[in-house]
């Protein structure tokens, strides 16, 4: 999105737009997928826009892949549309927009859509429960996130590790990523806790390394690519949960 442009947008979507060039300086016009009737206008879908970044990724081990980034669950225009107006050090909207980072094959040329379809579903829930996501929590799908026959069929939450929190006008706003899961390391994070089980998850390329890339044809999980996890969990070291 051009300068000229961004200074056109509305409050909220101006901050988010100015948070993701931070990361992407290179990509003013990302690609987007947007309602063509807006939720506030009342539209199906709670996410007006979706924006998908292309991410390159770097050498230390972060392999290129799609960036996916919702706008819509805060506040993104500050006339109370569809939120509650509020203000600096106050939650925008619901206080949150959802990411989601997908492993790019060498052939891909443009991004799948099936992430934004996965990340209005999320929204939906969110609008009509009136419940928060948030980082370390864990959320039973029971199905394959993209539809196909993959093994990642549920999801776990973290804090999104480029894009930081923005407090702003129209109030403070932070980026949750989705992460997606085996049935396996589902079980283990409802017995013992998300974040450990995020931690364990950024420790091996395979299942997504520090920044928790979602590869949908991941074949193993993370208890069978190494079974010594499974003991490392339920055995206490220094108290409960620890290890």
Known sequence: M?????????????????????????????????????????????????????????????????????????????????????????????????????????????PPTWPAELMQSLAKYVFQSDNLLCSGDHISWHKPLDGSESRIRHMLLTEDPQLTAIDDVVGTCAF?????ITADELESAQKWNGPGILELLKGRPETGGEWLICDMYRGESLFELDPSYQVRLYVPRHGPGTF
């Open 2 to 110: 051009a300068t000229s442009e961004h200074q056109q947008l509305p409050p909220g979507l101006a901050a988010i737009h100015s948070q993701c060039q931070k990361c992407y300086p290179d990509q003013p016009n990302p690609l987007q997928v947007a309602t063509i009737v807006k939720f506030w206008a009342n539209g199906p879908d709670p996410l007006d826009y979706i924006s998908i970044y292309r991410n390159k990724g770097n050498p230390l081990g972060i392999p290129p892949h799609w960036h996916y980034i919702s706008c819509g669950l805060s506040d993104l225009y500050g006339d109370g549309r569809l939120h509650e107006a509020t203000g600096r050090g106050q939650a925008s909207g619901y206080g949150f927009e959802i990411t989601f980072r997908l492993k790019r094959n060498k052939t891909d040329t443009t």
């Open 176 to 180: 949750i990523q989705v992460v997606g």
